[in-house]
């Protein structure tokens, strides 16, 4: 709400909504298909993956702990990896890797933004970026340069866009921006979306379908086919011991206090 009632502090002039995120209308046929991969590191780690397919305006959700290769998934997908055993058809990708390079080119100059009136208000000025043109992107604090790199991608053409970890050093006003305009622009683009992050709430808003990763971290990963977002969600808390409820002021997502009523109820 932007107000801590105990110190009598308003710290916003505006309160946070966190609205559920929207059904999307798929377009007809499947924008792009993997088959089933595997990738190995020598000994020291392993992938499976099962094979999955994603629709025109569809967003891939890609979720679970650290270590288990879902970069390196996103990886080869984009190209950048090889898989051991298949070769994948080659196809028109944006990808926004989970570690920024950040040169002393200008934000104009990287982004070399479309004159169009569309992508300035649905994408400059939902991320804010237009107020940061001029700047250097060595002069950027992380959730700037973060918002930047996310404009780079979707202003690149490409029939698949891959986000690793778009979320970082972002704040949680501008996650809900960030979700908002990957799925608009996806949607009308008629696009489709890879996108890797560890925050539920971005997450199960922005998502249409999941990947959950599941293994050992650092030795071995896994994952199914694509499941429907909210099997793959209930997958993922089940995995992590927790529940969530929806705060019925902001619709904000929060855990269930364990062995509570509601922890209960919704185990």
Same mark, same amino acid.
């Given at each position: 709400d932007g107000f801590l009632p105990d110190d009598n502090v308003r710290f916003r002039m505006y309160p946070i909504s966190f609205g559920k995120g929207v059904e999307t209308i798929f377009h007809e046929g499947v924008l792009f298909s993997y088959p089933g991969l595997k990738k190995s590191f020598g000994t020291l780690f392993s992938m499976d993956v099962a094979q999955g397919s994603i629709r025109k305006g569809e967003i891939l959700g890609i979720m679970g702990? *650290? =270590? !288990? =290769?879902k970069s390196t998934f996103l990886k080869i997908i984009s190209g950048l990896e090889n898989a051991d055993d298949v070769? !994948?058809?080659?196809?028109?990708? %944006? #990808?926004?890797?989970?570690? !920024?390079?950040? %040169?002393d080119e200008t934000v104009q100059d990287y982004l070399q933004p479309e004159d169009s009136g569309w992508y300035k208000q649905h994408i400059l000025e939902k991320l804010?970026?237009?107020?940061?043109l001029r700047h250097k992107l060595s002069e950027l604090s992380g959730g700037e340069l973060q918002k930047v790199h996310i404009a780079k991608t979707l202003s690149t053409d490409a029939d698949i866009l891959v986000f690793d970890e778009p979320t970082a050093f972002v704040d949680v006003e501008d996650r809900l921006h960030i979700a908002e305009v990957i799925k608009e622009f996806v949607t009308k683009k008629e696009r489709c979306a890879l996108?890797? /992050?560890h925050d539920v709430q971005f997450? /199960?808003?922005l998502s249409d379908s999941l990947l959950i #990763?599941? =293994?050992q971290a650092g030795i071995k990963g896994a994952v199914s086919s694509p499941l429907r977002k909210e099997e793959g969600m209930n997958k993922l808390l089940k995995f992590l011991g927790i529940t969530y409820r929806m705060d019925t002021e902001t619709g904000r997502a929060r855990i *269930?206090?364990? /062995?509570?009523? !509601?922890d209960r109820e919704q185990r």
């Open positions: 702990a *650290n =270590g !288990l =290769g070769t !994948l058809e080659k196809r028109s990708v %944006s #990808f926004k890797p989970q570690y !920024l390079e950040a %040169s804010n970026v237009r107020a940061i996108v890797v /992050d997450m /199960d808003y #990763f599941e =293994g *269930n206090k364990p /062995d509570s009523v !509601l």
